[in-house]
């Protein structure tokens, strides 16, 4: 089998590697909703940190800023934080699966699915 021929000059496209493996455009979301994604976690998780002490901290009575709003907010944070986690993964995979949708419609020469659009 012979190799495969070198593009034209100032051709666009590209050499496969050289062992026959074909590069796939990523179907991963992109670098700044992953960061938007651990910035609103965070957020999140500061914000229910803050609820959780104010809470312990109001309840408690004269002597509540001890280690009893420590705990509080600690638990506010990591339940506030770990349930927009689940929401952030859950609009992450579904911008992974939207952009599959439309690259296959693509490829395959329809119009990609909109709003409005019903399917056949």
Known sequence: MAPPSD????????????DGRVELPSAAPSTSARVLAVVAIAVAGACG????YGIVDLS????GAGAGAAVGGLVGAVL???G?????????????????????????????????????
């Not at 940190?49 to 959780?52: D, H, M, P, T």
């Not at 408690?60 to 002597?63: A, I, K, L, T, V």
Request: glycine share 16%; net charge positive.
């Open 84 to 120: 927009v986690a689940v929401v952030a993964v859950l609009v992450l995979r579904a911008m992974t699966e939207w952009r599959t949708i439309e690259d296959r419609a693509r490829s395959e020469g329809r119009p990609p699915p909109g709003p409005g659009r019903r399917r056949p």
């Open 7 to 18: 593009p034209a000059p100032g051709g666009s496209r590209p050499r496969p590697p050289a």
């Open 80 to 82: 506030a934080a770990a």
């Open 49 to 52: 940190g803050l609820i959780g």
């Open 60 to 63: 408690g009575g004269p002597s």
